[in-house]
């Protein structure tokens, strides 16, 4: 209609052009163009007037940014949906919306490709080779095949079960914590991983990895005294937030050799949310090419899925602020919140 005015959607990093041709027949579009993530003063100025926002796993949403954008209807992420303070969104009648289930089988690829990184000695067969070290072969860098070996996931929602059905080939043992609802016994015989205490999956598993949300309960989860029930020699990889380890605890068991190696595309450094995180990435793991694998958040980096999941962040934005509930709504709002265009 002539004269009413486009809602103003602000999109916190670049995203394919086709993602905002399809949105500026319907929203005025405020899109950051640059790789370099928005600062958190950077978001709030940007969105002051917003009424909604497509969010990434950099940006992180809480009553801070909330109380400066009072216009804010929905929160769309193209990511995980840990960053956003989803009481204090539906405490404000703000839909918040993630479409979390086209993440699960890229992240659990990532973790396969990292657990046969470590167990085969990847980077440093890679270092090896760039140092011009290569004479053709040599007793060296000898590792270990993931076949027969136990693995342990820690955390059992989309990514653990798909990393699971992954690894039914390798003949191995499978265990997995999860808290506080087990698989049904179906899907246990299916993926052939029995639940577990999380001391005994970490005390009986070669490898462990770990699958699960970061919030209170799982802070820290992987800290000194759960390091010392890990087997010894075990490698340790994460997939799901860098504080839900004690990245301190974990050089030191590097450097003591009760881990025998670490690999993550996660780090706390990105944990806005939790004060105690740190400013840098922890040194001591830089240090430690030989036993370390550290990629820069590939779980989801794939060209198709990012298409995807972005679009669906569109779709779901513009159907919030067209009046009607967004297809991946992640929170329910009573029918008086739900404020219709």
């Known amino acids: 209609m002539a004269g009413v005015s486009k809602p103003t959607v602000v999109i916190t ?3 394919h052009d086709h993602v905002l041709q399809v949105m500026r027949d319907k929203l005025l579009l ?7 993530p928005l600062s958190p003063e950077e978001l709030v100025n940007r969105s002051r007037d917003a009424e909604g926002l497509i969010v990434f796993d950099c940006d992180h949403v809480d009553d801070t940014l909330l109380d400066a954008c009072p216009h804010l209807r929905v929160v769309a992420s193209g990511g ?3 960053n956003i303070d989803m009481a204090a969104c539906t405490k404000r009648g703000i839909w918040v919306t993630g479409a979390t289930d086209l993440l699960a089988d890229a992240t659990a690829e990532l973790a396969m490709a990292l657990i046969l990184a470590l167990l085969r000695k990847v980077p440093a067969g890679d270092a090896h080779m760039r140092k011009g070290l290569f004479i053709g072969w040599q007793p060296i ?3 270990r095949t993931l076949r027969g070996l136990s693995v342990g996931i820690v955390g059992m929602g989309r990514v653990g079960q798909s990393l699971a059905a992954m690894l039914t080939g390798f003949e191995l043992t499978g265990r997995y914590y999860a808290d506080p609802l087990p698989l049904p016994d179906a899907h246990e015989q299916r993926l052939g991983f029995t639940r577990t205490s999380l001391d005994t999956l970490l005390a009986h598993s070669d490898v462990v990895v770990l699958a699960l949300p970061l919030n209170a309960a799982t802070h820290r989860l992987i800290d000194c005294k759960a390091l010392e029930e890990v ?3 075990a490698c340790l990889v994460n997939v799901s937030r860098g504080s839900v380890v004690d990245e301190s605890e974990i050089v030191g068991a590097l450097d003591e050799g009760r881990l025998s190696g670490y690999a993550a ?3 706390a450094v990105e944990d806005d949310a939790w004060p105690d995180r740190p400013a840098d990435l922890m040194p001591g793991l830089v240090a430690q090419p030989g036993k370390t694998v550290l990629t820069p958040r590939l779980g989801s980096s794939l060209e198709e899925l990012r298409l995807e999941v972005v679009m669906r962040a569109a779709s779901n934005v513009i159907e919030a602020l067209a009046g009607r509930v967004p297809a991946d ?3 329910s709002l009573p029918t008086h919140q739900a404020i219709s265009a």
């Open 13 to 15: 990093s670049r995203v």
């Open 30 to 36: 405020r899109p950051n163009p640059s790789d370099e």
């Open 80 to 82: 995980t949906l840990d």
């Open 141 to 143: 860098l000898y590792g």
């Open 231 to 233: 087997r010894p020699g």
């Open 265 to 267: 595309d996660v780090f």
């Open 329 to 331: 709504a992640r929170n």
